[in-house]
């Protein structure tokens, strides 16, 4: 403990904006600091987050990141670490591809808690999904708890038979932020008017570049709405790895004209108001925070039925099978935007409350999560 309060470590790749920095953010900002406090564990270069953290009075340290060569020097780092840090109460690690080798490494240094937290639902093919699973083999044993954020995250990090013994904390967010208020909607029309869409059709995307989002499907469906709607335009809000390959794409597709890329944003809540209708192919999601954000902002979505039904609260979702044409996601996407028009969306706040009522709000869940914490470091720090 710090000055009496209890030392919370966040271990994440970064704090750029993202679906779990942003959750990690959403609670932060609310979280009792004159009894918590979190610190962060990173390993990646300076994110968009971290001027807030530091404002907030948490600190952030780095380690080198794991590369599977580098095996032993990551745990030597990490042995280190730990060491020099007997401040820290409970180690909450969200890069579940490593914490079977952080979190034994922090147990070993007299840490009393260590958790797991799973926010993926998957890994992507190939090598590198291979080693990623590899990686997290016998994670449960390995932490004092476990945590997910769907019962699918749980399976696909811990194993089916231990999803029982996962408690399933939904990511929730500052709901209130995204509800179809008068300043949303003049922001969202601010938005229309400063990317040149003030009369198009506007087919919306959030989330990162990445193989988990789909976005060569996205791109297709889209194609098809032009088909039925030649003053479509698709705007995906959002950043990653993977954006050149679909910027090439984009180009071999002819739509260059077509498409805005707005890259990351720290406040997407005019963007849903600037969007008629949001399209969301993904492979895998853990529970996905921008289908929260949509339904909080009134906004219609077409989904893929590999995502979480956890999510789903409102009728402004419609889930479809991957397997189903691009033509006929399409035209589900009309039909949503139809059935919950843009020009409707200040009479939505209705989803906004069915939203919270379901655990959504972070206000809520952060009471739950002060007490967690308080809980196990009773039950697993009688000695310390």
Request: overall charge neutral; glycine content about 8%.
């Amino acid at each position: 403990m710090t000055d009496g309060r209890i030392v919370v470590l966040q271990v994440i790749g970064g704090m750029s904006i993202g679906g779990a920095e942003s959750r990690i953010m959403d609670i932060l900002r609310v979280l009792d600091k004159d009894r918590f406090r979190y610190d962060f564990l990173l390993n990646e270069p300076p994110g968009q987050y971290e001027e807030e953290v530091r404002s907030l009075g948490c600190n952030i340290y780095r380690t080198v990141k794991y590369k599977v060569y580098n095996k032993g020097r990551y745990l030597s780092e990490m042995k280190a670490f730990f060491a020099a840090h007997p401040e820290i109460d409970i180690v909450q690690g969200h890069s579940t591809n490593t914490a079977a080798l952080y979190l034994p490494a922090a147990k070993a240094a007299g840490i009393p808690v260590t958790i797991a937290h799973a926010r993926s639902a998957g890994v992507e093919p190939g090598i590198a999904g291979w080693l990623k699973k590899r990686t997290r083999r016998g994670l449960f044993e390995k932490a004092d708890v476990c945590l997910a954020c769907s019962r699918e995250a749980a399976a696909a990090v811990f194993g089916s038979a231990h999803v029982k013994d996962v408690r399933i904390i939904p990511n929730a967010i500052k709901a209130d932020r995204f509800v179809p208020d008068e300043e949303h909607i003049k922001s969202g029309i601010a938005l229309r008017k400063e990317l040149g869409l003030d009369s198009a059709f506007v087919v919306g995307h959030v989330g990162r570049f990445h193989y988990a989002k789909n976005h060569e499907f996205l791109l297709k469906v889209f194609s098809g709405i032009l088909k039925k709607k030649t003053d479509a335009r698709l705007l995906i809000v959002g950043d990653g790895e993977d954006r050149p390959r679909i910027e090439a794409l984009i180009r071999d597709m002819d739509l260059t004209d077509k498409v805005i890329l707005a890259g990351m944003q720290k406040d997407t809540a005019g963007y849903y108001q600037a969007m008629d209708v949001l399209v969301f192919p993904s492979f895998y999601e853990g529970l996905p925070g921008t289908l929260v954000e949509a339904q909080c902002a009134g906004l219609a979505c077409v989904v893929s039925d590999k995502v979480t039904r956890d999510v789903d609260i409102t009728p402004l979702l419609k889930y479809l099978p991957l397997e189903k044409s691009a033509e006929e996601w399409a035209q589900t996407a009309l039909e949503m935007s139809d059935r919950y028009p843009l020009k409707d969306r200040s009479a939505m706040y209705k989803y906004c409350d069915m939203m919270m009522e379901a655990g959504f709000d972070v206000k809520r869940q952060v009471k739950d999560l002060e007490r967690m914490y308080e809980e196990l470091l009773y039950e697993y720090g009688k000695d310390r």
